[in-house]
C-alpha cells in the first residue's frame, strides 16, 4: 500500500522541519513521489537553506498536501527525511524535473546564471514513530 496516498495528483506538500527549540517551520515545496516503491517522497533545497540545516541536526519532519501558498488541504504525517546524494539525488531530481516541466527546466537554466549554493536532494519516507520533533 502507498503510503503517501494523501499526495497523489497533488503538486505541493508543505514540509515542517524544526527548530532545536522544537518550533515548527512550514514550507511549501514541490515534489515527486518514488514510482517503484511508493514510499519515498522527494524534494530538493539549496544546501545553505535554513530547512537544509534543520534536517541536518534533525530528520524528523511533518508533510501535508497543500497548496502553492501552502494552505495544507490534507492530513498531517509524521515523517524522516534525510539528505541523499549519488544516485539517489539523481533520480529524485529526474522525478521532480519530469513532474514540474518545463517550469523546473525553466528554474534550472535561470540558476545557472545565479551564482551560489548547490543544491541537496532531499528523500522522506513515513516514519513508524509519532514524536516529530
Not at 503538486?11 to 514510482?35: C, I, K, M, S
Not at 498531517?76 to 546524494?85: F, G, L, Y
Not at 539525488?89 to 517550469?103: A, S
Amino acid at each position: 500500500m502507498n503510503n503517501f496516498e494523501a499526495f497523489r495528483g497533488k503538486r505541493y506538500l508543505n514540509l515542517e522541519t524544526f527548530r532545536t527549540n522544537g518550533q515548527g517551520v512550514r514550507t511549501p515545496v514541490w515534489f515527486a513521489a518514488d514510482h517503484e516503491d511508493g514510499t519515498t517522497l522527494f524534494v530538493y533545497s539549496l544546501r545553505s537553506s535554513g530547512k537544509a540545516k534543520r534536517l541536518r541536526r534533525s530528520g524528523s519532519v511533518r508533510i501535508a498536501p497543500c497548496n502553492a501558498r501552502g494552505m495544507v488541504t490534507g492530513p498531517w504525517i509524521d515523517a524522516q527525511a534525510s539528505i541523499v546524494e549519488g544516485e539517489e539525488f539523481r533520480q529524485g531530481m529526474q522525478l521532480i524535473d519530469r513532474k514540474y516541466r518545463p517550469w523546473k527546466q525553466i528554474l534550472d537554466l535561470l540558476a545557472r546564471f545565479r551564482r551560489g549554493d548547490a543544491r541537496i536532494g532531499i528523500a522522506i519516507r513515513r516514519n513508524t514513530a509519532s514524536s516529530p520533533g
